[in-house]
């Protein structure tokens, strides 16, 4: 089965600093990543995606993620945080035995401080 | 104009009740989904329908009946309310040609 990892609960960050989001996968086949946000008290909000293509992957509000396919990791990264970045992430993949269905990690709490 | 809309917010009801939440997409979207997150923010996902038609059902109590009467719409309706339900339900859409989910902002359900 499709899965992914979080291997951090947190991740706290200075900012004005780069942050990092880890995430492996496990899949069959090639993998359909993605990114989510979700801020407190709000739905989730798509970041970013790799299906195929460039392993650098660029999204919304200045993230970017990587896909290393022999590492088997999608990390979440950002040159310069914000402390409006602070938020629970999530990276997904999305299950080729369901129709669609997006089979999430854990979640990563970021934290930047002032 | 919001996307994916959900209401109620919030809902607080006791024990034993039967309750509905209702999910409205103004996207046009094909499929829509019901997802759960649980205290720890864990996120499951717990159906999907495409044009009405129930295509994915994850191993859901039968207490919990959703209904699409247009593929606009995803209800979804609790019956006999136990204290182990109390969550965060988000509903979902996407567009068949997309691989982008688009969420509502969440029914935070207490059962007392």
């Known amino acids: 089965a499709q899965s992914v990892a979080q291997p951090e609960d947190q991740v706290n960050v200075a900012e004005g600093n780069p942050l990092t989001v880890k995430c492996t996968y496990s899949?069959?086949?090639?993998?359909?990543l993605f990114w989510y946000v979700q801020y407190p008290n709000r739905g989730l909000q798509f970041l970013l995606k790799y299906i195929t293509g460039d392993n650098l992957v660029k999204g919304s509000y200045g993230f970017e993620a990587e896909f290393n396919k022999s590492q088997t990791s999608f990390h979440l990264k950002k040159p310069s945080a914000l402390v409006s970045d602070s938020a629970l992430y999530f990276c997904?993949?999305?299950?080729?035995?369901?129709?669609?269905?997006?089979?999430f990690g854990t979640g990563t709490r970021l934290l930047v401080s002032p | 104009d919001t996307a994916v809309s959900q209401t109620p917010k919030y809902l607080v009801t006791q024990m034993g009740n039967d309750k509905s939440i209702k999910c409205e997409q103004n996207?046009?979207?094909?499929?829509m989904y019901w997802y759960k997150q649980d205290s720890k923010k864990f996120l499951k996902i717990m159906f999907s329908?495409?044009?009405?038609?129930?295509?994915i059902n994850e191993t859901v109590p039968n207490r919990f009946s959703p209904k699409s009467p247009d593929k606009a719409h995803l209800n979804l309706h609790i019956n006999s309310l136990e204290l182990g339900d109390s969550a965060v339900y988000f509903c979902?859409?996407?567009?068949?040609?997309?691989?982008?989910?688009?969420f509502g902002p969440g029914t935070r359900l207490t059962v007392t």
């Open positions: 996207l046009g979207h094909d499929t």
């Open positions: 329908y495409n044009n009405k038609e129930l295509i």
């Open positions: 899949v069959s086949g090639n993998p359909y």
């Open positions: 979902a859409s996407q567009d068949r040609g997309s691989n982008e989910q688009y």
């Open positions: 997904a993949v999305r299950d080729i035995t369901g129709f669609q269905k997006l089979v």
